[in-house]
């Protein structure tokens, strides 16, 4: 994988699932609703375990 794409990904996914969950427009098209705040914790704790691990690959690969 290119270096850093793996973050813009995990950037560009957590964007657009904010935009479908926060914008009236978007949410009558994708039938979705406004998410809680622990709903968004639960949405974030993914891409900063995927992140965590990332690095740690990098660290072990030095």
Do not use: H, Y
């Not at 813009?8 to 994708?30: C, D, H, K, Y």
């Amino acid at each position: 994988m290119n270096r850093g794409l793996g973050i813009r990904l995990v950037g560009a996914a957590l964007v657009l699932t904010f935009l479908v969950t926060a914008l009236g427009p978007l949410e009558r098209i994708f039938d979705t609703v406004a998410l809680a705040s622990s709903q968004w914790g639960i949405c974030l704790l993914g891409p900063i375990v995927f992140l965590a691990f990332a690095e740690l690959g990098k660290l072990a690969d030095r």
